[in-house]
């Protein structure tokens, strides 16, 4: 949600800046910006949209404009338009700022600078932020030649005056005129990371927009901040004191990131999950000693099976993948699980008792109601666990241990291959505490033995995307859609639903399949289309008689069964058989069709799949 970059270095940072928000735009894309330092005074340039309006209206970039920075938003205070855009000056014009996060406190900040004479001209709350750094930037009253007396310039004394007063969460990276090679990044909350290269320095919301450039990074944490000159850097608390950091390894390639001659990410990512999957179990399932091996977790796995209470607690995609691991580890281990939407969770006053633990789970490592959530259980004294992608992340970091998806960054902002990561790593870990609990080897093994096969049956059912598109072409007229799935498969109903809603603009339910007749039957009428999910398993003949109740009133069925099922094909308009594979891993297999089925209809009706309307790919406001 917003993503900024800054360079300081030898070569034009135009078009350092302009490359690097292209590839953080999927965190935000309402409108964008860059600010550079020309000539003692600051040049910000801002558009409306994509990062491509901003760079039709740059100018030639100059060589010796070597620092600069840049953001690209996802609005939260203010509407999308020019002067809401990131970078803000402050009201003396020395000072610029690009901001990730939320200012909480800046209507109480800005009532008091307005008193004391301070003027703005946007609605944001980052204009706050800038304002606050000027105001203390000018009570130093000393030009760029005098030193405070603790040995800092008067930039970096004000910036930590400005930031110990912001209340919320922020990434900042802040220029000032009278400092003209001076770059500040500060770090609260939302992610901030320092690309270190040769006489080079890229300051980024996330290594993206790094790794074109060097893969040595710091990863700053809450309340640090890095002032970074031509020599070098160094990095601070926010309140003064020198901190030393490692520098780590970025963990992913520019390839992994790029197209790679896919027309969208969510397509590439959708038929990466096979790849993505192998290397979710690399080195974790071992058939030959019919072993898992989840390294990140294996100091806790005593504690772990003898937990009483598990919550699962996520947002969007993650929490369906929850839901799926719900019923795997209730089925599996037998230890009752629920699971929480984090945004509920944190203000319902949660019962934690002996024994519960949270896991959080989180593509982006992000997501700030998770954030929140994970906090709350930690204040109520649970055993906190992450199911995360992205290595290094916030929520990797705030919980105790945890188990790294290792399914590569995932860009589209509709979430696919992180969700059958998610799951996948769920499986293992339900399979690895049901047999230290009740379930007997043999189960287990068969259960490892047909995960290992998962990734070849995706790869055929997306040899299916033909027949899949033109389902969707049948039915792209609909703008009202039901997904209805049973037990295992009521989590994929509902994640079809969200994923047709995000990036299709069509309006769908997700459902278990007996509901329907308790209200949504209302609904079906002449050609509404109905995605049922009916695959083989205990609940399979309840679903066909689900089926029928919907084309009795004229709704169109489009449904997910397994292959070798002759019967199906009389209760289905449209058909996608997927191969067989026990009842608790079909989710691995049912959600396939159903990406791919979004997608088709996004791009039929000519939306940008990648970067939905109104959405962002990490949600870091609550
Ligand atoms: C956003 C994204 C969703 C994602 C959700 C949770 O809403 O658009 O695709 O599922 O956040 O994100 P997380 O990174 O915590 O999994």
Request: glycine fraction near 10%.
């Amino acid at each position: 949600m917003c993503g900024i970059v800054a360079y300081l270095g030898k070569k034009p940072a135009q078009p350092i800046l302009v490359e690097g928000l292209k590839r953080l735009e999927y965190r935000g894309y309402d409108s964008s910006g860059v600010a550079f330092l020309d000539n003692g005074s600051i040049r910000v340039q801002k558009s409306v949209g994509r990062i491509s309006a901003l760079e039709a209206i740059l100018n030639e970039p100059e060589p010796d404009q070597t620092l600069g920075i840049g953001h690209t938003r996802w609005a939260t205070h203010g509407e999308p338009n020019t002067t809401n855009a990131h970078p803000h000056l402050d009201y003396s014009g020395k000072i610029v700022v690009v901001h990730n996060g939320i200012v909480e406190n800046y209507t109480t900040l800005k009532k008091w600078l307005e008193s004391e004479g301070v003027s703005f001209v946007s609605d944001t709350d980052t204009e706050v932020a800038a304002n606050l750094i000027g105001y203390f930037y000018g009570k130093t009253g000393v030009g760029a030649d005098q030193k405070a007396s603790n040995g800092q310039h008067e930039f970096e004394w004000a910036v930590q005056q400005a930031i110990q007063e912001l209340q919320g969460t922020y990434g900042f990276a802040i220029l000032c005129s009278d400092f003209p090679d001076v770059l500040i990044g500060a770090k609260k909350g939302s992610p901030l990371i320092l690309g270190v290269g040769n006489d080079e320095y890229i300051l980024a919301s996330d290594a993206s927009a790094i790794v074109e450039h060097t893969t040595q990074a710091i990863y700053l944490a809450d309340n640090e901040m890095v002032i970074i000159t031509p020599d070098g850097f160094q990095t601070k608390t926010i309140s003064n004191v020198t901190i030393s950091k490692d520098l780590e390894q970025i963990e992913f390639s520019l390839e992994q990131i790029e197209l790679g001659g896919f027309e969208h990410h969510m397509l590439k990512e959708i038929f990466e999950q096979p790849s993505a999957l192998r290397t979710c179990m690399q080195g974790r399932l071992n058939l030959q000693d019919k072993k898992i091996v989840l390294g990140g977790i294996a100091a806790h796995l005593r504690e772990l099976t003898r937990t009483q209470k598990f919550i699962f607690t996520a947002c969007g995609t993650a929490f369906h993948a929850g839901l799926v691991g719900e019923y795997l580890l209730e089925l599996l281990a037998r230890i009752p699980t629920e699971t929480e939407y984090a945004s509920e969770f944190r203000y319902r006053n949660p019962i934690i008792e002996d024994g519960t633990t949270v896991i959080a789970i989180s593509q982006s490592g992000e997501t700030l109601d998770t954030l929140a959530a994970i906090e709350e259980a930690k204040e109520r004294g649970a055993a906190v666990f992450g199911i995360v992608n992205s290595v290094g992340s916030a929520i990797a970091r705030a919980t105790d241990a945890g188990i790294y998806l290792h399914v590569g960054p995932e860009i589209g902002v509709a979430s696919t291959k992180a969700f059958t990561g998610q799951v996948t790593v769920l499986a293992m870990l339900a399979i690895e505490l049901g047999r230290r609990r009740h379930l007997s080897s043999d189960t287990a093994n068969e259960y490892l033995e047909e995960l290992i096969k998962i990734p070849d049956k995706i790869e055929s059912i997306l040899g299916m995307s033909d027949h899949i598109k033109s389902i969707a072409a049948a039915n792209i007229e609909q703008d009202n859609w039901l997904f209805l799935g049973r037990g295992f498969n009521y989590p994929v109903a509902l994640e079809g639903a969200l994923k047709l809603k995000e990036i299709s603009y069509i309006h769908a339910e997700g459902l278990p399949a007996a509901e329907m007749k308790h209200g949504p039957i209302a609904l079906i009428a002449d050609g509404m289309p109905a995605v049922f999910i009916a695959t083989a398993g205990p609940q399979y003949a309840k679903i066909v008689g689900n089926i029928e109740e919907v084309r009795a009133r004229g709704g169109r069925t489009i449904v997910v069964a397994t292959e070798g099922d002759t019967e199906i094909g009389k209760h289905a308009d449209d058909l996608i058989t997927i191969p067989h594979t026990p009842e608790i891993l079909q989710p691995l297999l049912t959600v396939i069709p159903l990406q791919l089925l979004a997608y088709h209809a996004a791009v039929l009706r000519g939306n940008d799949v990648d970067k939905p309307r109104n959405l962002a790919k990490s949600v870091t406001v609550e």
